[in-house]
């Protein structure tokens, strides 16, 4: 059976967005979207989990 390389432990990866100020950047681009229907229902959903993550 032949030798499997280890995966190293620490990856380099750039470290993803704060959660709080992303669901916030997605509700602004929805409002500068306009106010349609699916725009209000991703707003609503935005603040929500900005409201769970704070």
Not at 22 to 47: C, P, R, S, W
Request: glycine fraction near 8%; avoid cysteine.
């Amino acid at each position: 059976m032949a030798a499997v390389p280890e995966l190293a432990s620490t990856s380099a990866r750039r470290p993803g967005p704060d959660p709080a100020q992303f669901a916030m950047q997605v509700k602004g681009m929805l409002v500068e979207a306009g106010a349609t229907a699916a725009a209000q229902v991703g707003i609503q959903m935005a603040e929500q989990a900005r409201s769970t993550l704070v």
